[in-house]
């Protein structure tokens, strides 16, 4: 198969659209047909149902270069194929087959197994493992293990009930639920399941989903009851007492960020390109380990700050290496607001422009926006954290019913010793 390129599968996202065509042209085209009316066919309603397909997993420009990459495999793939139903088939099965790992890395990284915090995980699993045992009404299905299965028919809504110990209304959410988390892929009525799915070490991944997602929650909850700890007790206090406002707005965000546990200040820093940059605040903080470095820059301008501006700032982030630039002014233009998400850069719009007499309000705004901040990047060493100390008491725990163990066999020595002595 040399007209198929290789190339099309070294992004994730144009991977994963070559898959998901692939396996709704093997199980939904009508692949006798001959060349022309396959294509014609193809523009007037099979794109539409794999660009549906694809917009659940991405968006923008990545739903557009993955479509754009399915337009030029699925033309190659008619071109270069004999109008066979039995040839056709086989082609696209031996495709799977060839590049399976490649399907299955990008298709598993993109579960949404989040989704599955609040259902029984084990009646998931007993079901993927009944469907891959095609204890079902199969519709199809591929040597690699895809599967193609109608949902809804009475065959299967008696066989799932009678399996699983459901009823009508817990079909219908098992079925929303892996949708949603992207375990099949919809297509109207019916669903294909990805052989990735099936594998076993996948559905017996899910068996401590519960738990690992439960802990993550709790984690979450106090991260979030810290922050609104951090802002009910800078509300109740007077702000002298806390921060020094400072006499212009670099001073402010120094003065913010070394509250929130930052070294901060004015800063040169060298870039890749060896040109040195100056930089209105750099913020730095040790986190596990590792120091999370932060460049902010002031524009305490009357006027909007616009994309050309943005732009600049793109190329010192890149340059420099931090891991966040921050842009501080009045306001920006819409243009300027999209770029600097685009890249990654975070804009903040005080709403005016920074004077002596607003100077304590524009620190207030600061502190919301920082301690925001500080959780979100302190989120998964906090996790991490936990985690840990969970595993070093149940350690501790594990060591503690030893040492009972030594000390209840040393008690049954010393009773037994005694008796000897009363005898």
């Known amino acids: 198969m040399e007209w198929f390129k290789e190339d099309w599968l070294k992004e994730d996202h144009k991977a994963l659209g070559v898959y998901l065509a692939l396996l709704i042209a093997r199980f939904t085209f009508p692949l006798s047909y001959q060349e022309s009316v396959l294509r014609d066919r193809y523009y007037a309603g099979e794109r539409k149902d794999i660009a549906n397909t694809v917009y659940l997993f991405y968006r923008g420009k990545e739903l557009k270069e993955a479509m754009e990459t399915i ?13 066979n139903f039995g040839k056709r088939k086989r ?3 031996e495709l799977e087959e060839k590049y399976y790992d490649r399907f299955k890395d990008v298709y598993q990284k993109l579960v949404k197994k989040s989704v599955l915090a609040d259902m029984d995980i084990q009646k998931l699993q007993n079901f993927l493992w009944n469907l891959k045992a095609k204890l079902y009404k199969i519709s199809d299905f591929t040597p690699s293990g895809s599967i193609w299965i109608y949902y809804y028919s009475d065959d299967n809504k008696s066989l799932i009930k009678r399996y699983e110990n459901l009823n009508n209304d817990e079909i219908d959410l098992l079925i929303n639920k892996i949708r949603e988390s992207h375990i099949s892929v919809p297509l109207g009525m019916t669903d294909i399941f990805p052989a990735p799915i099936l594998e076993d070490v996948f559905i017996e991944s899910l068996g401590g989903l519960e738990e690992k997602l439960r802990k993550e929650e ?21 702000l002298e007492t806390t921060i020094r406002v400072g006499e212009k707005l670099e001073e402010c965000v120094i003065n913010v960020f070394r509250y ?29 380990g590792l120091t999370f470095k932060i460049g902010v820059e002031c524009k305490n301008w009357k006027n909007t700050v616009g994309k050309d501006i943005v732009e600049r700032y793109i190329i ?5 290496g931090l891991n966040m630039y921050i842009i501080i002014a009045k306001s920006f233009t819409e243009d300027a607001k999209r770029m600097a998400k685009a890249w990654g850069l975070m804009p903040i719009a005080l709403g005016e422009q920074a004077k002596e007499d607003n100077l304590e309000e524009i620190t207030k705004i600061l502190l919301r926006k920082f301690s925001g901040l500080v959780i ?26 030893e040492r009972l163990n030594d000390l209840r066999s040393g008690l049954n020595e010393l009773s037994n010793e005694v008796k000897k002595l009363l005898m």
Do not use: Y
């Not at 337009?71 to 109008?83: G, L, Q, V, W």
């Not at 929130?260 to 596990?288: C, M, P, T, W, Y």
């Not at 010192?316 to 420099?320: A, I, K, N, S």
């Open 91 to 93: 082609i696209l099965e």
């Open 218 to 238: 709790v984690a979450k909850m106090r991260s979030q009851e810290k922050l609104n700890r951090i802002t009910i007790e800078f509300n109740r206090m007077p």
């Open 316 to 320: 010192r982030w890149l340059d420099c």
């Open 71 to 83: 337009d030029e495999f699925i033309a190659e793939f008619i071109k270069n194929t004999p109008s």
């Open 376 to 401: 979100g990047i302190a989120k998964q060493p906090l996790i991490d954290s936990i985690l840990g100390r969970i595993n070093e008491i149940e350690n501790e725990l594990n060591q503690l019913g």
């Open 260 to 288: 929130l546990g930052f070294n901060a200040s004015k800063a040169k820093v060298k870039g890749r390109s060896g040109v040195e940059h100056e930089i209105d605040v750099l913020a730095q903080k040790d986190l596990e």
